[in-house]
């Protein structure tokens, strides 16, 4: 599910997490997603903040890989809906 990275870059990517206001996005993001319904919120949640593919959240939920590419496709579009335009294009 999770690639490997270096741990010098891990040590890199960890400290511009802690300071490049990666938090204040998450936070919105979660806002935003509380207000999707529940099978958008989850393979949005999956794959932008927890970094599944596509196979593991088909695998996950029983669907087909097709079947889950659609529904981000489909989730990203109600996302920038549901958050008017005030960050969906900095947040995904």
Same mark, same amino acid.
């Given at each position: 599910?999770?690639?490997?990275?270096?741990?010098?870059?891990?040590?890199?990517?960890?400290?511009?997490?802690?300071?490049?206001?990666?938090?204040?996005? #998450?936070?919105? %993001?979660? +806002?935003?997603?509380?207000?999707?319904?529940?099978?958008?919120?989850?393979?949005?949640?999956?794959?932008? !903040?927890?970094?599944?593919?596509?196979?593991?959240?088909?695998?996950?939920?029983?669907?087909?890989?097709?079947?889950? #590419?659609?529904? %981000?496709? +489909?989730?990203?579009?109600?996302?920038?809906?549901?958050?008017?335009?005030?960050?969906?294009?900095?947040? !995904?």
């Amino acid at each position: 599910r999770f690639s490997a990275i270096d741990p010098e870059y891990e040590q890199m990517y960890g400290d511009w997490k802690e300071h490049s206001g990666f938090e204040e996005k #998450k936070d919105g %993001i979660e +806002r935003i997603l509380e207000r999707l319904p529940g099978h958008f919120a989850l393979v949005l949640r999956l794959h932008y !903040l927890e970094r599944w593919s596509h196979q593991d959240i088909a695998d996950h939920t029983g669907e087909n890989a097709g079947t889950i #590419k659609a529904r %981000i496709h +489909r989730a990203k579009a109600a996302f920038k809906k549901e958050s008017k335009g005030e960050e969906a294009e900095s947040l !995904l």
